[in-house]
């Protein structure tokens, strides 16, 4: 059985500047898709949350590198991979935020786990062969639980 191959495959290089074309395409995927705007817009950020988290973690800044983002609508949901070959990041040592505490001591950034968590119905890291995977998929609103992410 051959795997499904992904509806539209993006490697933009591992810096900042490409991460507008991230959100333009990740919003654009999704309204074809047929998710409504404002939900268009939040998987947009939640997609460009985890490219910055590989350009900033995985590849600690280092610009000669790619970011690989494979988008795969099938049926009642979006699915994202986001893939480097950068260091594993274990998720489960990112500290939860507590969103009060983090308010009132005006921090910035360390946000990215937590929204992409918030906005999306699953985020799934894995370890490959290729490297790192994090998969995050999306029910369009009014879809039955029973669709297979």
Same mark, same amino acid.
């Given at each position: 059985?051959?795997?499904? #191959?992904? =509806?539209?495959?993006? &490697? $933009?290089?591992? /810096?900042?500047?490409?991460?507008?074309? @991230?959100?333009? *395409?990740?919003?654009?995927?999704?309204?074809?898709?047929?998710?409504?705007?404002?939900?268009?817009?939040?998987?947009?950020?939640?997609?460009?949350?985890?490219?910055?988290?590989?350009?900033?973690?995985?590849? #600690?800044? =280092?610009?000669?590198? &790619? $970011?690989?983002? /494979?988008?795969?609508?099938?049926?009642? @949901?979006?699915? *994202?991979?986001?893939?480097?070959?950068?260091?594993?990041?274990?998720?489960?040592?990112?500290?939860?935020?507590?969103?009060?505490?983090?308010?009132?001591?005006?921090?910035?950034?360390?946000?990215?786990?937590?929204?992409?968590?918030?906005?999306?119905?699953?985020?799934?890291?894995?370890?490959?062969?290729?490297?790192?995977?994090?998969?995050?998929?999306?029910?369009?609103?009014?879809?039955?639980?029973?669709?297979?992410?």
């Amino acid at each position: 059985m051959s795997e499904k #191959r992904p =509806a539209l495959v993006l &490697r $933009v290089p591992s /810096r900042t500047e490409f991460l507008a074309a @991230v959100r333009d *395409v990740t919003r654009r995927m999704a309204e074809t898709a047929g998710f409504d705007g404002a939900s268009a817009d939040q998987l947009a950020l939640a997609v460009d949350e985890a490219a910055t988290n590989v350009i900033e973690h995985a590849y #600690r800044g =280092a610009s000669d590198r &790619r $970011v690989e983002l /494979r988008f795969d609508p099938r049926g009642d @949901v979006l699915r *994202v991979e986001v893939v480097d070959d950068g260091e594993a990041v274990d998720p489960r040592a990112v500290p939860e935020v507590d969103l009060r505490r983090y308010a009132s001591e005006r921090r910035t950034g360390g946000l990215g786990m937590h929204l992409m968590g918030r906005i999306m119905d699953t985020v799934t890291f894995r370890r490959t062969s290729r490297g790192n995977v994090c998969c995050m998929v999306k029910r369009k609103p009014g879809a039955g639980s029973g669709a297979k992410p």
